[in-house]
């Protein structure tokens, strides 16, 4: 892969139908719930992405045996109580996801385990999974950064946890925490995906789950055993995003996504563009073993209005402000997204990026640490060149700006190709074929 991708020409009119690669959440959720059984767990449409792999590799170290073959995957767990060798090292890569999560699924190792991460995972928040886990009555020797190391215990003891941020990285971390502990645990959580619940209700682990407008209560039990999951995996509306401002932002054009996981604590950014004027309808609809999907149909827009963004949308929409920053970048008028700190906290300090993007493109912005206010203008046409480099590799980064020297003009040089490895390796594959 060219590590370099210049980008001269805006994208012609065009009326296609697609599909993007599956879900990363549910993926890596998939691999690590299927190293919890002992029984062979089957999953289709796996994301083959350097982050699930780095998923498949953690949990062949913890004893699973994996098959991965051309259009699907197998895996038979270790259970619940694994044996592990002290000291054994657990690399998450890039995947705050999998560093966090796998946490939860170790707080029951006695001997002393160390999870490492690449550059920029070893730069981001820790302290988050570490204090429930602590709780918990696990052991760290530093309560930040990567690398850590973490002693567990065996027989954890339920905790009381409440999640402020809205992260189902935290969320889900405890979750798994809880179905090795004794007792129960209750999480008070604050509204964000909930894949995790949906694959608990759906093998039947005790869960119980009341929903209150901004929090949702979480019960689970201690459990000896978990069954195997098969699962067909929808595709990722994270990946799906950059093809949906694709097309709102092109002109004359049509686009229909295939098969997409519309989970309501996902699908933000269509309330948002919609609410902008952008055309969107899903099709097909079904439910998928708790999950919703449906194909997406996209039109692009002539006339888009600026938002002044209600932050009840920020977790649905955590992953997908990026892309959403270019639609306020054409729309007509001042739009205004809030209380999102937690954009600093991603694989880049995401807000950071978007400004700086949308300055080289001249669009004015101000930005604080946790908002931004963007001055759009739907005549606005860029002409000049700009170079995109040194971003910690951030795949969304990237994406954004592929998507923005394709709809906005300029001469384009936009450096680490290799980052869509990470979350959507198929994204130039895809593209050209629009
Ligand atoms: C994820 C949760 C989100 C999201 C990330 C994937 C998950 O993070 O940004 O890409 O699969 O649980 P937070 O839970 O930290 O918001």
């Not at 599909?19 to 691999?31: A, E, H, T």
């Amino acid at each position: 892969m060219k590590k370099i991708l210049s980008i001269n020409k805006k994208i012609e009119s065009f009326n296609k139908s697609i599909d993007v690669q599956g879900d990363k959440s549910l993926s890596i959720r998939w691999v690590l719930i299927s190293s919890l059984s002992k029984k062979k767990s089957i999953a289709y449409n796996l994301l083959k992405s350097e982050d699930v792999l780095s998923a498949l590799e953690c949990i062949k170290v913890l004893g699973s045996k994996v098959k991965l073959s051309k259009d699907k995957c197998e895996i038979i767990g270790v259970g619940l109580n694994p044996k592990i060798k002290n000291k054994t090292t657990f690399n998450a890569g890039n995947s705050g996801t999998l560093g966090r999560l796998i946490l939860g699924l170790l707080v029951n190792s006695k001997s002393k385990i160390k999870l490492i991460g690449d550059k920029s995972l070893s730069q981001r928040d820790f302290s988050r999974v570490v204090q429930p886990l602590e709780k918990f009555g696990a052991k760290f020797n530093s309560k930040k950064t990567l690398p850590l190391e973490m002693k567990g215990l065996d027989k954890p003891k339920a905790i009381n946890y409440l999640e402020k941020k809205g992260s189902a990285q935290c969320k889900t971390t405890v979750m798994f925490a809880a179905l090795k502990s004794k007792g129960e645990t209750i999480i008070k959580a604050k509204k964000s995906r909930d894949h995790t619940e949906l694959i608990f209700k759906y093998l039947k682990l005790p869960i119980k789950i009341k929903k209150k407008e901004n929090y949702d209560i979480i019960k689970i039990k201690e459990v000896k055993k978990v069954n195997s999951l098969n699962y067909k995996i929808p595709g990722d509306i994270s990946s799906c995003a950059f093809f949906i401002v694709l097309t709102v932002l092109s002109k004359k054009s049509e686009l229909l996504i295939r098969n997409i996981n519309i989970n309501p604590s996902r699908i933000g950014i269509i309330t948002i563009l919609k609410k902008m004027g952008a055309s969107i309808h899903f099709k097909n609809q079904k439910i998928y073993k708790g999950e919703q999907i449906a194909d997406i149909f996209v039109k692009s827009s002539k006339k888009l209005k600026s938002i002044n963004c209600p932050i009840k949308y920020n977790s649905s929409a955590i992953d997908e402000f990026l892309i959403i920053f270019l639609v306020a970048a054409k729309a007509k008028g001042t739009s205004k997204f809030k209380n999102l700190s937690e954009l600093n906290q991603k694989e880049s300090p995401r807000l950071v990026w978007a400004s700086k993007i949308l300055k080289l493109m001249g669009i004015k912005n101000i930005t604080t640490k946790d908002s931004i206010k963007i001055y759009g203008n739907p005549q606005k046409v860029v002409d000049k060149k700009i170079i995109i480099k040194n971003f910690f590799k951030d795949h969304r980064v990237f994406m954004m700006s592929v998507i923005a020297a394709l709809t906005f003009g300029g001469k384009w040089k936009i450096y680490d190709t290799d980052s869509i490895k990470t979350s959507f390796p198929k994204f130039l594959e895809i593209l050209r074929k629009i």
